[in-house]
């Protein structure tokens, strides 16, 4: 079975700090992978693509890295700010259209 | 360009109750696909339009989900005799179909929060 795990499930840091959050998947035949924040309550806002043939992709203070063959990807988000407070979904493209996703890292940034 | 609309963005309806989610996707987007977002999880897939067609529709639940898409635009996701345990988000994305470069990234509607009491 296809799987995308997240951990840590919360994770609160002070301002400033860097993030570093981790996602799992079990198939290292991906077509991509996507990084999502969603604020409570609201939809997912796509932060990060990163084709099967990347190995990172960077966007202002986000920067997110694939490893197939050990089925990790990271997403990094450096100097941390309240802004950030969010949940993070890592979703993983097994293959072409059905995304399967992990249940999310909630962050909270304490200013 | 306008995104993904959803309506209603919430929906409050009795258990036993017929409801109906609508999605408008992107214009130009030929792909279509339904999830299901319960509290604490992450989206699981429902369905997946190429255009008309229903090319996936293996993540619906039971036979009181049905999806439609009968000009290969608008959307809407059916749900009869409703219960407690349909009460979740159901989010809506697009995407360009399978032929068109950047065919597989999706892009999300806010959702349709649904409560079942």
């Known amino acids: 079975k296809q799987e995308v795990t997240q951990i840590p499930a919360a994770l609160s840091v002070p301002e400033g700090e860097n993030l570093v959050l981790n996602c799992s998947f079990t198939d290292s035949a991906i077509y991509n992978l996507q990084w999502f924040r969603q604020d409570p309550g609201k939809g997912l806002t796509s932060l990060l693509l990163i084709q099967s043939s990347q190995r990172e992709q960077t966007s202002g203070r986000l920067n997110a890295s694939l490893d197939k063959s050990s089925g990790r990807s990271t997403l990094y988000i450096a100097a941390s700010q309240p802004g950030d407070s969010a949940t993070y979904l890592c979703?993983?493209?097994?293959?072409?259209?059905?995304?399967?996703f992990g249940a999310g890292t909630t962050v909270t940034v304490r200013a | 360009g306008a995104g993904v609309s959803q309506t209603p963005s919430n929906k409050v309806t009795e258990k036993g109750k017929y409801v109906e989610l609508r999605c408008d996707p992107i214009?130009?987007?030929?792909?279509l696909y339904w999830y299901r977002q319960s509290l604490g999880q992450g989206p699981e897939f429902l369905i997946y339009?190429?255009?008309?067609?229903?090319?996936?529709d293996s993540g619906l639940p039971n036979d009181r989900f049905f999806a439609v898409r009968p000009e290969g635009s608008v959307s809407t996701l059916k749900i009869q005799r409703t219960e407690r345990g349909d009460s979740a988000v159901y989010l809506c994305?697009?995407?360009?179909?399978?032929?068109?470069?950047?065919?597989?990234?999706?892009?999300f509607g806010p959702g349709t929060r649904l409560t079942v009491l």
């Open positions: 214009s130009g987007h030929t792909a």
């Open positions: 994305a697009s995407s360009f179909g399978p032929s068109e470069f950047p065919y597989n990234e999706q892009f």
């Open positions: 979703a993983v493209l097994f293959n072409d259209y059905k995304l399967s």
């Open positions: 339009f190429q255009g008309t067609g229903a090319a996936d």
